[in-house]
Structures are given as structure tokens and as C-alpha cells.
DNA sequence: GTTCCAATAT
DNA sequence: TATATTGGAA
């Protein structure tokens, strides 16, 4: 059936491949070398943690990060490099971004380093992607095969088909067609990223407040809120967070006629997808649930 | 030398 | 289970 091949198409492109839906996402991941370096804590434990991370001179003490404890070992001397960084937990967001970076880069150039340039998560590692991108094309290929049955058209079959409590982070975001289909990339001809028309926006900052819970636009999917120990959050506190989206770094390529560089995006406001519900984005969950 | 990818480990 | 880490290959 065809029809609904087309419609799948239809779809998607309509909910994909969206620049402003891309770029605007701002999420932020502390590494523990950056939080270690610039003393990230809780400044404001009260109320508003409206304050960016500005220089933070002075730094009383070191909050629950490091602080001496647990000595024995070899931990205490360099915290610095070779730090292991918690695990990182992808959320639907995360992932939805994930997903669109494949989408609009096309499989061939979806790799590991490309795909981590264009959703320029800060504190996101090649590795991170490359262990979601593997997992990502195994269910990709699951797909594949049992769309091709009979049962109908790929993607109510497919819906159905999986099993939720197998992937149901994958659930949550669309998947481009093509993918299923056949190895081509996206852009024809047109499409890397166009260089956000720089928005004038007088951000002050974007720090998270962790409001209410997480709904998004998306279908009817039910995720499971779960706490997760991250790097900062102060165990009876409120988290802090909320940095600046990764920089384009200072990197050469060699030899990698992709999409032009990674273009600063500059910060913007996520306007809900016609929903009317306008949404802040949180990396965690507020545990208010 | 770097990155990808699949397998394996935690 | 989900993610990290490893090791071989391009």
C-alpha cells in the first residue's frame, strides 16, 4: 500500500526536519570536569536560581561533588580528566534530537562525531551517540523486518508491533521513513542546516527551574519518571543547572565535505508546535511527580 | 592517527 | 535494561 508509505512521508515531514525545531533546543549537561572547574553548586538554594554560572570568584566550599569523603582510593588527587561521567540518561528530548540529527544529516553521514556536532548537547560525548546510535539502528532494523510483513503499513504496524517495554524511549520519537527504506540521505540537495536567522532575544539566562512535569507534544506515549542521580543535585536540594548549548569547537576537520560547520545557533525559544502549550524544557525531572 | 562499528561489560 | 567500554576494522 502506498497510501500509506505517502502519508508517512506526509507525516513526517511535517514533524521533522524543522530547523527552528532543532536548533532551539538548549540542553545542557554538566561534566564533572566543567562543574569541578567552574565550582558549580548551589548558589541559591531558595528560591529562583536565576543567576547563569557567572565566575563564581569566591567558592566557600565545595558542595556534595567531590568534597572529601571516601578517600580511600585514588580518588582525591586529579579529579579532573579521566573522570568517569555518570551515566548519561537519554530522555525523550534528548533523544528527539538525536532523531532529528540522523534525519536531517541522512544515514550515510549519520555518524557518531556528525550526529553529536549537530545536536551540540554540551557535555555530550561521541561515545555517548555512539552507543544510542548503535542501539537506535538495531531497532531500526527491527522495524525494517516486521514492516515488511504483511500487516500494514509500517507505522501503526509498527507502533503496535513493538513492544513498549522494549523501546519505548524509541517510541517517543518519530522515526524518519527513509530510514526504513533505504539508505539515502535526506538532503537532496538543500538542506544543510540553514543558519538560524539570528533572533534578537534578550536572554538573560535559561537556567531551568524544573517546573511541572514533562508532557510533550508527542503522541500519547508514557514514559517512566524516574530519579536520576546526576552530577550536581544536591540530595535534598533543587538541581541547578541550565548552561550555555555547546559552542562549535575549534576543530579542523579533515577532509569532511559535509554540511558546512555546525553554525553557532544562537539561543531561541521553543515555540510549541502549534499545540499552544508552551513548554520549558528540563533536562531532569523535577521529582515532583 | 582518527573514527566507526559491533561486541562485550557493568 | 540502558548505557559504557573495548577491540578490531576501515
Known sequence: ????????????????????ELMPLSQTLITPDLALAFDIRNP??????????????????????DSGELGSG???????????????????????????????????????????QLMSVDGLTRENVASHLQKYRLYLKRMQGLSGG??????????????????????????PPHFL??????SDHFLPFVPVTLQHHHHQQMAAAAVAAAHQQQQQQQF???????????????????????????????GAPVPGQPPAYVEDLESATGGGGRKVLTLFPTGDD
Open 224 to 254: 517512566h519518571h524516574r530519579q536520576i542521580g546526576h552530577f550536581g543535585s544536591p540530595p535534598g536540594g533543587q538541581f541547578e543547572h541550565g548552561f550555555l548549548t555547546r559552542q562549535p569547537q575549534p576543530m579542523h576537520r579533515m
Open 74 to 116: 585514588a580518588a582525591g588527587d586529579e579529579p579532573a580528566r579521566t573522570l568517569k561521567r555518570p551515566r548519561l540518561v537519554w530522555t525523550p528530548q534528548l533523544h528527539k534530537r538525536f532523531v532529528d540529527a540522523v534525519a536531517h544529516l541522512g544515514i550515510k553521514n549519520a555518524v557518531p562525531k556528525t550526529i553529536m
Open 44 to 65: 541559591n538554594p531558595s528560591s529562583q536560581p536565576p543567576p547563569p554560572p557567572p565566575p563564581p570568584p569566591s567558592q566557600p566550599h565545595s558542595a556534595e561533588f
Open 1 to 20: 500500500m502506498r497510501e500509506e508509505d505517502s502519508n508517512w512521508f506526509s507525516r513526517w515531514e511535517e514533524e521533522l526536519p524543522s530547523p527552528e
Open 181 to 186: 527504506h533505504h539508505g539515502r540521505p535526506a
Open 150 to 175: 504483511g500487516g500494514g503499513g509500517g507505522g501503526a504496524a509498527a507502533l503496535s508491533a513493538t513492544d513498549p517495554a522494549t523501546d519505548h524511549l524509541f517510541a517517543s520519537a518519530p522515526v
